[in-house]
């Protein structure tokens, strides 16, 4: 809200909602967007319909998100590392998981973006405000796995600096 006065925005409108249940009819938005939020969600699947269902015709629905490692082992630690981050984590999604979520939601890929981002984590756990003892368990973590788990993860005089891979999806109702 303080961005939007900030910048002489007038036309925008800010509510509190389940994203399972979003308070609009059917057909309110022709853009639907979501950032940095489908891996706190139990089930993304409900979740894409219920943004298809307020998408109006000739919508678009933008996703934007990290992905995890195809590899089962390593996808098991990297959500791990971010549980431990951030306990309101449930799970980040492989490419494939998420191409099966779009076909049973009825949506299809018209563009796809990955976007590879090196992250200190310093900056990283301050995002979430951690506690010391987050910080320190969390880094023990790190330091355990390391490039075993692909996360690019590199400790040089005590820095630890990983890479995420994030994904932005530009979906339309098949």
Request: with cysteine; charged share 30%; glycine share 6%.
């Given at each position: 809200?303080?961005?939007?006065?900030a910048?002489?925005?007038?036309?925008?409108?800010?509510?509190?909602?389940?994203?399972?249940?979003l308070?609009?009819?059917?057909?309110?938005?022709e853009?639907?967007t979501?950032?940095?939020?489908?891996h706190?969600?139990?089930?993304?699947?409900?979740?894409?319909?219920?943004?298809?269902?307020?998408?109006?015709?000739?919508?678009?629905?933008?996703?934007?998100?990290?992905?995890?490692?195809?590899?089962?082992r390593?996808?098991?630690?990297?959500?791990?590392?971010?549980k431990q981050?951030?306990p309101?984590?449930?799970?980040?999604?492989?490419?494939?998981?998420?191409?099966?979520?779009?076909?049973?939601t009825?949506?299809?890929?018209r563009?796809?973006?990955?976007?590879?981002?090196?992250?200190?984590f310093?900056?990283w756990?301050?995002?979430?405000?951690?506690?010391?003892?987050?910080?320190?368990?969390?880094?023990?973590?790190?330091?355990?796995?390391?490039?075993?788990?692909?996360?690019?993860?590199?400790?040089?005089?005590?820095?630890?600096?990983?890479?995420?891979?994030?994904v932005?999806w530009?979906?339309?109702?098949s």
């Amino acid at each position: 809200k303080r961005q939007a006065a900030a910048r002489g925005v007038g036309n925008a409108e800010f509510r509190v909602a389940e994203m399972e249940n979003l308070p609009f009819p059917d057909g309110s938005f022709e853009i639907v967007t979501c950032r940095f939020v489908f891996h706190h969600f139990s089930d993304p699947g409900r979740v894409l319909l219920e943004m298809k269902r307020v998408l109006a015709p000739g919508g678009r629905i933008m996703l934007y998100d990290i992905l995890t490692s195809e590899d089962s082992r390593a996808a098991r630690i990297h959500n791990q590392i971010e549980k431990q981050r951030d306990p309101s984590h449930v799970r980040m999604l492989q490419a494939t998981e998420y191409l099966e979520i779009f076909v049973k939601t009825g949506l299809q890929v018209r563009a796809r973006d990955v976007i590879l981002t090196k992250r200190e984590f310093k900056e990283w756990m301050e995002i979430t405000g951690a506690d010391e003892e987050t910080v320190r368990l969390t880094r023990a973590l790190f330091e355990s796995v390391g490039e075993q788990a692909r996360l690019g993860v590199r400790i040089a005089d005590g820095t630890i600096t990983f890479t995420h891979t994030n994904v932005a999806w530009l979906l339309v109702p098949s």
